[in-house]
Each structure stands twice: as C-alpha cells, then as structure tokens.
C-alpha cells in the first residue's frame, strides 16, 4: 500500500517503536502505586519518556510535559482551563474541532471568540489580523501551527509575541507540526498541545500537553494519582496533577522511541523529504487539465507537508475510494476541521489529502500522482 494519510495518523510506525511498546507491555505493570519491580519498571519508563520529550522541545522541567491520551484531551484541558470563568478568545480561521468544538460548548459559559484570517505567505498581513480580533474580554490565542488540511503554516512565534505584548496566554495546537516543523519551548508558549502519533511516530492514543514553567492551569479530570492519597483534594504537584489514572506506560514507551526516531533521522531531513515530495505532487498536479488546488506553491518556510486538491466533477470520497482501490490511502471530506474548509469555499465538496512521512518515496509520490491523472482523464 502507498500511504498517504500521515496527519491521521504515521503509518508504519518504526519497527523501534512498536519494540519499545512491546517491551515496556511486557515487562512493566502499574507506575507509582507499589512498590514492586514491575511497577518501578514502569515509573523508569515513564520517567525516561518525560525527560526525551522535555529534551526534544527544550524545556529545562520535564515535569511540565504531561502525557495525554491526544491531542484533543491536551487542547480540552488548556481550552477549558483558561476560560472556566468566561472570556474571550483569538482563533485562526485554520482550526481543527478539537479546538473549535470545547469552545462552542463553551458558549454556554459566556466563552466568546474570534477568528482571524490567515494569509499563506505574508506573515506581517496574518499576524495583524489576529491583533484586530484582541479585545478587551480577550484571555487566549489559540492557534495551530499548521493546518491540517492545507498544510499552511502560521507565524506563531510571532503570534505568540503578539500575545504577550497585549498580556495574553498562547496556546499552540502542533498536532501537525511536533516533529515536523522545528518548535521550541523557549519561544515562551504558554502551553503546546500535541499529538504522539502523527510527527512524533509513537503509537495512536498518546499525546503531550506542554506546561511554560509559570503556566498554571485546573486539570479537566481529576481522580488518583498513586500520590498523597490520604487527601481528597487534586495534587497541585506536577505531573501528578494533569495525570490521573493508569498511564498508557507501552504507549508512552512507544512515544519516547518514535521521538528518538526522529532525533536519529532528524528532523529537518525528514521535512526538506517530505517537503520535496509535497512539492513535486504540487508541480505535476498544478499543470494537470481537471485539477482543482487551493493553494500557492508549497514552500518549506509557509507550509508543512501536507497537500489537498479535487478532481472537478468528482466528490472528494469518490476520488479517495478509487485510489484506495488502487492501493493509495489517502483522507477526503473534511478532516475535522470545517473551518479551514469554510475559509476556502470547499465546505461542500470536501477535499483530497495528500501527507507523507518518513516512509513516503518519490516512487511513491509519482505513482499517485499518475493515478490521479488517470482519474481526471488528463
Ligand atoms: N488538531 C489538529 C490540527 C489535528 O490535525 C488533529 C488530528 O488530526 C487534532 C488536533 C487532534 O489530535 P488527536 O487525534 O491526537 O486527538
């Protein structure tokens, strides 16, 4: 199978990583509750883990990297955290339902937003744009850092700036970018909320949520945490704070590996490989008779590797259904995120998504493009 559908989820992941997964399943039972050697196993991995990733994006406490099931329960907690008692938040016109869902329930709760639109490639245009929705009731940006579906990368280090200038928080969504594109903790984020099992390799169901070091936050559950339970009152300590439950320690061990993985490829090789291959569908399919794209030519510094398009006349599922009957998987409709779809007048059509990762040839990327081309009788 040629699989194209990298910003689901990386598909295979590393033999690495699902080894690590394995063993810690193997040889590990529940971290932080007893004293046994199959416990203190899993606190090591655990433990391990928190140190790679705190590691990978810089951050000198990796008590402020908390493992979450997803990308989604880190945005729910930083998203419902800082607007439990109501106020007002920046969004991009690019979000996913994970950010924009928690804040349409909040409604209820006298949460309003705004969105701001984004301009591929004129950074000074985008940011602005963002500085006219702040208003007085304004606590949060949220923001992603690539858009799923067009693979459009926002200035967020430069939003982020924005943010602080005007004594806000920033929240950062890098369910696209963390791995992917470099994203560093010291740019002064207040919390980055990502995903484990697309750039960072680990298995599906794992995520990070990451904590500035003054971050404060409530926890969106609360329960046991093997620590200081004669109290019945959260722990304020962290991680135990944002961590109650059983961990998914093979998850979290699988995790670790995927993020070393990318450490051995490194990561700007892995996006200068995936970005070529982004660019070369781009070129074949921009100069292709019944294509339909909706973006500029990809470039490495304005976009992350990711590419949708249309065959005219034909639905967005139907193209994805002959392809996957030709052995391509690929992601129509629309990927979650309704709003980045609105933006681009493709609410109704859907589109067709394109996202290699580490395992994605130019071999490939010139079979799918020539299926395409079959498809649109170009
Ligand atoms: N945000 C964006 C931009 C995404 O693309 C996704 C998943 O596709 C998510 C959030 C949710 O991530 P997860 O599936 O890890 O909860």
């Known amino acids: 199978m040629i699989y194209l559908d990298s910003s689901a989820t990386t598909f295979p992941k590393p033999q690495r990583v699902q080894q690590a997964a394995a063993n810690a399943m193997k040889g590990s039972a529940n971290p932080g509750r007893s004293g046994h050697s199959l416990s203190l196993a899993a606190g090591q991995i655990i433990y391990r883990s928190r140190l790679t990733a705190a590691q990978f994006f810089d951050m000198e406490d990796e ?46 709760k006298g ?16 940011v602005d744009s963002f500085r006219r929705c702040i208003n007085v009731n304004t606590k949060v940006i949220i923001c992603t850092h690539a858009s799923n579906v067009w693979g459009i990368r926002l200035p967020i280090e430069r939003i982020c700036a924005l943010a602080h200038a005007y004594g806000l928080k920033i929240v950062v969504d890098a369910a696209q970018s963390a791995g992917v594109l470099p994203l560093s903790m010291q740019e002064g984020f207040d919390v980055v909320c990502a995903a484990g ?3 960072l390799y680990g298995p599906m169901g794992t995520g990070l949520m990451l904590l500035s070091q003054d971050m404060e936050l409530p926890p969106l559950i609360t329960g046991g ?7 019945l009152v ?13 961990p998914n320690v093979s998850g979290i061990a699988g995790l670790a590996e995927g993020i070393r993985f990318v450490q051995s490829k490194g990561q700007e090789k892995l996006l200068h490989h995936e970005m070529s291959l982004i660019r070369y ?20 510094t304005s976009f992350a590797p990711v590419l949708s398009f249309n065959i005219e006349g034909m639905d967005s599922e139907e193209t994805a259904g002959e392809l996957s ?16 779809h609105i933006a681009a007048g493709t609410i109704d059509t859907g589109a067709v998504r394109l996202s290699p990762c580490a395992f994605t040839s130019k071999n490939d990327m010139v079979q799918t493009v020539r299926a395409v081309k079959a498809l649109a009788g170009a």
């Not at 930083?78 to 106020?87: M, P």
């Not at 701001?116 to 490639?121: E, Q």
């Not at 945490?225 to 109290?231: E, F, I, K, Q, V």
């Not at 009957?325 to 309704?338: E, F, M, T, Y």
Request: aromatic share 6%.
């Open 281 to 300: 569908a781009w070129q074949m399919l921009s100069g292709m008779r019944g294509i339909r794209l909706y973006t500029p030519e990809p470039d490495e």
């Open 225 to 231: 945490t093997g620590s200081n339970s004669a109290s």
């Open 63 to 108: 008590t402020r990297v908390i493992f979450t099931p997803g990308c989604t329960f880190s945005l729910n907690t930083a998203i419902n955290g800082l607007l439990s008692d109501g106020g007002h938040a920046v969004v991009s016109e690019l979000e996913h339902n994970a950010v924009m869902r928690p804040l349409e329930a909040l409604r209820s």
């Open 325 to 340: 009957k030709r052995g391509i998987a690929v992601r129509a409709g629309l990927h979650c995120s309704s709003a980045a």
């Open 197 to 199: 099992h697309k750039g």
């Open 111 to 126: 949460v309003s937003f705004s969105t701001a639109k984004v301009y591929p490639g004129d950074n000074d245009r985008t």
């Open 234 to 246: 959260q722990p304020t300590e962290l991680p135990d704070r944002f961590e109650s439950g059983t």
